[in-house]
C-alpha cells in the first residue's frame, strides 16, 4: 500500500493528532478552529470626546516675530521668512 504524503510532512514527521492544514494554520489558528467560542455581544462603544476649541489663527508675521524674540530664528532667517509671508 502506497500513502502519499506531502513533503513538508515527510520532513517534520507525521504524528496523526494534529490535522494537516497545509501550513497555513499556526497550532493556536489550529485549536481555535477546533474549540469555538460561544458568541459574545461587541463591546459598547463609548461616545465621541469633546473636541477643545480651535486656536484661534494667529497673523505669521506676529509668530515669526516671536520666534526672533524667543532665538529660535536668526535675523537674516527671519527677513528672508517674513519676505515670503508678505508675497
Known amino acids: 500500500m502506497v500513502v502519499l504524503v ?11 493528532s494534529v490535522p494537516y492544514y497545509g501550513g497555513r494554520f499556526t497550532p493556536a489558528q489550529a485549536y481555535a478552529a477546533s474549540h469555538p467560542s460561544p458568541r459574545r455581544a461587541p463591546p459598547p462603544v463609548p461616545p465621541p470626546a469633546e473636541q477643545p476649541p480651535a486656536r484661534p489663527a494667529q497673523d505669521p508675521v506676529e509668530a515669526l516675530q516671536h520666534l526672533l524674540d524667543t532665538g529660535v530664528l536668526t535675523q537674516d532667517e527671519f527677513d528672508e521668512l517674513r519676505e515670503r509671508v508678505e508675497r
Open 6 to 16: 506531502p513533503r513538508q510532512i515527510r520532513m517534520t514527521g507525521m504524528t496523526g
